[in-house]
């Protein structure tokens, strides 16, 4: 009867009962490969492995630290234009001019109504690279592509992320692949504190229901939370002195410093923290001050920070941490009795988030990742991502990798067959009719 029934519709000869059942049999096979076992559809691209390898190639050589991006830029929207892409669809937002590093440019954001109905999706890459990636001179060695001059990083976080969106939508360009509204978002200074994806122009993005970020790691790993950050300058005031004649006239900013740090040590805040059921992390990574070693040292600047999923928790580290400074500010003094001063200037840089595992976004990238023969893994970071905004913002946000190993050191190396795959899995999440 099932045979019949299948049969019946498209075929004009029906064939004979026996190899009409065999033919079902193809044709559910088929279809479960569909839906389950992408490989057999999505590797048949129209942009090839190799030519997809070369448009990469060309991104890893631009230089473009954080606020640097112009270069890159012109060469995503030149890709753009040749590929035949509206010039109505590409614009630019004004991202950098809100950000306290200034900045040639802001994010590039490309919206297109698609060729079927549907919720509207993003794919979404950072451009910009850590300063150690400028002049890296990337080549193929093996599987992988590393730079050649041993002084650099390659810059695969994130040109590798930024090389997947690109050739998604290349790919469905020429191929002529049906695809949802669609929008991809190429931000800036994500690496100097996610300041493209906090500026960035939302009412540019057309409301996406979700997004998919292509960031540093295995395609198959697919980030659905991270932590919240807070970002502190410390600058310390204490009295110069001569440090042979007089030392008990001054009051040394570098002893405040040291006091306050060795405080924080002891107690358990500073490094890995754990208290009461909570978790967090806190460093001082800047230490700057002093000239002389003849001069009570009267100015000193640090830079800390504090991380925790738990807003309160993070908050808690923040107020130990200002604590921390205040006492051992109390703790130096003069002869005479003077004492130094703590000036704390502190902002949040990205707030945590976490999405359910069954939120679509996750559904979506789970699918795809299944799709492409991986076994997908979820995962949250303690690292801050675009995502950590753009979630906030209101587009919940999923981020996957694109084979990036070592990010921000000389020894960064790109995996060129997870690359290809996060291609693959970058083309099944705009495919996809969820
Ligand atoms: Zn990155």
Redesign the pocket.
């Known amino acids: 009867m099932r045979v019949t029934r299948v049969l019946a519709s498209p075929s004009p000869n029906p064939l004979p009962e026996g190899e009409g059942y065999a033919r079902v049999c193809l044709l559910l096979y088929a279809e479960a490969c569909s839906n389950i076992a992408m490989p057999a559809k999505i590797s048949a691209l129209a942009i090839s492995d190799a030519e997809a390898l070369t448009v990469l190639l060309e991104l890893l050589a631009i230089p473009g630290r954080s606020g640097q991006e112009q270069l890159v830029m012109e060469f995503l929207t030149d890709r753009l234009r040749q590929a035949g892409i509206s010039e109505a669809f590409i614009t630019f937002d004004t991202a950098h001019k809100k950000s306290p590093h200034g900045g040639q440019v802001g994010n590039l954001i490309v919206k297109l109504p698609g060729t079927l109905k549907g919720a509207r999706r993003m794919l979404s890459a ?1 451009v910009d690279t850590v300063p150690i990636c400028v002049g890296a001179k990337p080549v193929k060695r093996g599987g992988l592509i590393v730079s050649a001059d041993k002084n650099t990083g390659l810059g695969g ?2 040109r590798a ?1 930024a090389a997947v969106v690109l050739l998604t939508l290349l790919e469905l360009v020429r191929s002529e692949r049906p695809y949802p509204p669609l929008t991809l978002l190429w931000t800036v200074q ?2 100097v504190g996610l300041f493209g994806a906090r500026h960035v122009a939302l009412a540019k993005l057309g409301k996406p229901a979700w997004a998919a970020n292509f ?2 790691g295995s395609p198959a790993k697919i980030t659905l939370g991270a932590t919240g950050g807070y970002r502190m300058t410390v600058d310390i005031t204490g009295l110069a002195a001569h440090a042979g004649n007089a030392p008990e006239q001054g009051v040394s900013a570098i002893a405040i410093a040291s006091l306050a740090i060795a405080d924080l040590q002891r107690n358990g805040w500073h490094g890995r923290v754990e208290r009461d059921g909570q978790h967090g992390t806190s460093n001082v990574g800047v230490i700057l001050g002093g000239e002389a070693t003849n001069v009570v040292t009267d100015k000193v600047r640090l830079k800390v920070e504090a991380r925790s999923h738990n807003a309160e928790f993070r908050q808690r580290i923040v107020n130990e941490i200002e604590a921390a400074f205040n006492r051992a500010v109390s703790e130096v003094r003069s002869a005479s009795g003077a004492v130094g001063s703590v000036a704390i200037d502190g902002r949040l840089d990205y707030e945590a988030f976490r999405l359910p595992d069954d939120a679509p976004c996750v559904q979506a990238a789970s699918a795809a990742v299944a799709g492409c023969g991986l076994t997908p893994e979820l995962y949250v970071t303690n690292g801050g991502l675009d995502a950590n905004w753009l979630t906030r913002h209101g587009v919940p946000t999923v981020t996957l990798g694109c084979g990036q190993r070592n ?1 921000h050191t000389v020894s960064e190396q790109l995996d060129i067959a997870e690359f290809q795959l996060a291609r693959r899995v970058a083309l099944a999440l705009v495919s996809s009719d969820s």
């Open positions: 950072h976080d994130d992320g994500e690496e960031d540093g990010i």
